[in-house]
T-cell receptor, first 114, second 111 residues
Framework: DTGVSQNPRHKITKRGQNVTFRCDPI?????LYWYRQTLGQGPEFLTY????????KSRLLSDRFSAERPKGSFSTLEIQRTEQGDSAMYLC????????????FGSGTRLTVV | QQQVKQSPQSLIVQKGGISIINCAYE??????FPWYQQFPGKGPALLIA?????SEKKEGRFTISFNKSAKQFSLHIMDSQPGDSATYFC??????????FGTGTSLTVIP
């Protein structure tokens, strides 16, 4: 296992289209987190899962955003009806429940909405 | 409201010099204060972290100084090298479920 894997690395989409990103965490990690990072800013928390349960969601996660982790392994983040303000780097991280502070981040998916 | 405030926004240091980045927080319930290093096109990577029960932690050339009463903490990079050129983020967490990040400091180390 080489770490947290995110795909695609880059996505360019037209405003109004739907996009989906995938995150594959470190295999033994049961916690998975999504963050959003805009240019020149630090990452902002979106949501996290423990196994397949989504335990917390930020108010940043509007109705157009949905995240799933159906089998407690990989996770998907979908954005419906994309807006230009959604342009950002979407970061995924994972950790063990017993070491929830020990995040490992992936390299992110950079979304550009044109 | 920004939970963690970071300064400076950018920093230029000569090779061999000391780089110092500062952060301040408001929530006294925070119990974990990490620093992350991020290179362009990569995700943040944990550099060093501290708990509020100690005032200083050192790992190699990197040191965190923590002042609980002032609600401030700082990262010191000794003997700065060109390879240290990156963006550095401080962060704070209460439970590990969610981290609050500063706005980042772009460090450039001049050879």
């Amino acid at each position: 296992d080489t770490g947290v894997s995110q795909n695609p690395r880059h996505k360019i989409t037209k405003r109004g289209q739907n996009v989906t990103f995938r995150c594959d965490p470190i295999s033994e990690h049961n916690r998975l987190y999504w963050y959003r990072q805009t240019l020149g800013q630090g990452p902002e928390f979106l949501t996290y899962f423990q196994n397949e349960a989504q335990l917390e969601k930020s108010r940043l996660l509007s109705d157009r955003f949905s995240a799933e982790r159906p089998k407690g392994s990989f996770s998907t983040l979908e954005i419906q009806r994309t807006e230009q303000g959604d342009s950002a780097m979407y970061l995924c991280a994972s950790s063990l429940y017993r070491d929830s502070y020990g995040y490992t981040f992936g390299s992110g998916t950079r979304l550009t909405v044109v | 409201q920004q939970q963690v405030k970071q300064s400076p926004q950018s920093l230029i240091v000569q090779k061999g010099g000391i780089s110092i980045i500062n952060c301040a927080y408001e929530n006294t319930a925070f119990d974990y204060f990490p620093w992350y290093q991020q290179f362009p096109g990569k995700g943040p990577a944990l550099l060093i972290a501290i708990r509020p029960d100690v005032s200083e932690k050192k790992e190699g050339r990197f040191t965190i100084s923590f002042n609980k009463s002032a609600k401030q903490f700082s990262l010191h990079i000794m003997d700065s090298q060109p390879g240290d050129s990156a963006t550095y983020f401080c962060a704070a967490s209460r439970t590990g479920n969610q981290f609050y990040f500063g706005t980042g400091t772009s460090l450039t180390v001049i050879p």
